[in-house]
């Protein structure tokens, strides 16, 4: 997993109007979740709608490598014959996480606080990004940790013989350091004890209250104080995985800004510390309505319609909104192109972490489009050029990174000139599926054809 294959050129043209209805996929950090926490149940958990893309089938495999029985039962439709809580075998080879950040580092925390030793390693992109943010609080609950210089992968674990529970203020807004610090907890005697400033996506303490572990959460002045007793006997569960609101982003902008289009996207995952983006598009004056608004499976879903907007103005994204849109910044910077105005996102300096360095792809990107973007250590601002104002014409480069490869395809639906990618492999790894399905929204996409 951790080599990609060929490149695969991706151009992206003018089409005709979007319609109709978007099915995306599975939502990634619920998948993984369910994936990780199944394994760790004493019993066999049933989940319906995971996502079958890459990094995800890399936690899968990487659950069996520890020792579960899992298994495809048909499509989205998986078994997991957990472990139990400290059950975790050790595994006879390196785990491979590809291109998974959520993968690697969840995994590693779900493995550090058992006497087992495991070593991991990913594509070109997974093994430039920090890892020390989970090493480091690995380290309090007693797991060891060796990794190359600057704390990248490959890197080897060796966990706690006899762990220790930790309580611990997390320094930046991670959801997978969090994650990772719970999971670990979760085989530490007494409590844990993980503190935000800020609230980062809650699907780890959802699903943990969901397979009967103890867990309070409490909004403090310090921050939200989460609190894990370890050593619980996590019952399994029956898990219908909602679809992504991060992959809906991409068929949600590109009816935004192709001129006639009305677009459906059903039974979307709204959980609040996902949905910055949708708030985000409406105070920018998108059409863009929640219908049929419930509860499954313990997170809020509605269906998303979203249709031409032809009016929408920049805006000061408000900092404190990064973490419920943290994803979604480089296809708002695509949207943010086609408003009249200047658009602000600020205080979104982890995208420099992700995949690639975000804030510079999408730049250079929209640059290369005619498009002008300021840019800063935490900071872009997109100028906007109004609706059919993008000149496009140009190639992105997508460094190893399905978010970038899919916000220029949606780039060159509404550009005047179709709009490239060097290589658009790494949608696969969130979102399989996706050319056939904006296909048939009425896009024209087309592979090597530059
Ligand atoms: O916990 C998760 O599932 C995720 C957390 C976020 O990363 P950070 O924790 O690094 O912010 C996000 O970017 C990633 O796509 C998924
Ligand atoms: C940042 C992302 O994922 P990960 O950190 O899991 O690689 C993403 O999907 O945009």
Not at 114 to 122: D, E, M
Not at 258 to 265: N, T
Not at 417 to 436: H, L
Request: proline share 7%; hydrophobic share 40%; glycine share 12%.
């Amino acid at each position: 997993m951790s080599g990609h294959g060929d490149p695969i050129p991706m151009t992206s043209r003018k089409a005709g109007p979007l319609t109709g209805e978007a099915r995306v996929p599975g939502d990634k950090s619920i998948s993984h979740r369910a994936l990780i926490l199944g394994a760790l149940a004493v019993g066999e958990t049933r989940i319906t709608g995971l996502l079958e893309g890459e990094d995800v089938l890399g936690t899968a495999a990487a659950m069996r490598a520890f020792g579960a029985d899992v298994a495809r039962l048909g499509e989205g439709e998986w078994r997991v014959h957990g472990v139990g809580v400290g059950g975790f075998a050790e595994p006879e080879d390196v785990i491979d996480c590809g291109n998974a950040g959520t993968g690697v580092r969840l995994i590693m925390g779900a493995m550090a606080t058992s006497p087992i030793t495991a070593t991991f390693t990913g594509d070109a992109s997974l093994r430039a990004r920090p890892m020390a943010r989970i090493t480091d609080p690995l380290a309090l609950f007693g797991a060891q940790a060796v990794g190359r210089a600057g704390g990248r992968l490959p890197m080897t674990i060796v966990g706690a013989a006899e762990p220790v529970p930790v309580r611990y203020v997390t320094p930046v807004p991670s959801a997978q350091v969090k994650s990772a610090v719970l999971l670990a907890g979760l085989n530490a005697p007494g409590q844990t004890v993980v503190i935000e400033k800020e609230a980062t996506r809650d699907h780890t303490e959802r699903m943990l209250a969901g397979f009967g572990a103890e867990i309070g959460v409490e909004e403090t002045a310090e921050g939200r104080v989460i609190t894990l007793t370890g050593q619980p006997e996590l019952m399994p569960l029956s898990i219908a995985v909602p679809r992504d609101p991060s992959s809906a982003a991409f068929p949600v902008c590109a009816a935004l800004i192709v001129e006639g289009s009305d677009v459906l996207v059903p039974n979307i995952g709204l959980n609040p510390t996902r949905a910055g983006l949708f708030e985000t598009l409406r105070e920018m004056g998108a059409d863009l309505t929640y219908e049929n608004p419930r509860e499954e499976g313990g997170e809020p879903v509605a269906d998303l319609r979203a249709r031409y907007s032809p009016n929408m103005k920049g805006i000061r994204v408000p900092p404190e909104r990064a973490a419920s849109m943290i994803d979604e910044y480089p296809v708002l910077s695509v949207v943010a192109a086609f408003a009249e105005g200047k658009t602000e996102m600020v205080g979104v300096k982890e995208l420099r972490v992700k995949e690639s360095d975000r804030i510079d792809a999408m730049a250079r990107g929209l640059e290369a489009n005619g498009v002008t973007v300021e840019e800063g250590p935490d900071f872009m601002v997109v100028q906007g050029m109004g609706p059919g104002g993008v000149p496009g014409g140009g190639t992105a480069a997508a460094r190893l990174d399905h978010r970038i490869a899919m916000s220029f395809m949606v780039l060159g639906m509404a550009a005047q000139k179709a709009v490239s990618v060097d290589d658009g492999s790494p949608i696969a790894t969130s979102f399989p599926g996706f050319e056939p399905l904006m296909a048939g929204l009425g896009a024209r996409i087309e592979r090597a054809n530059r």
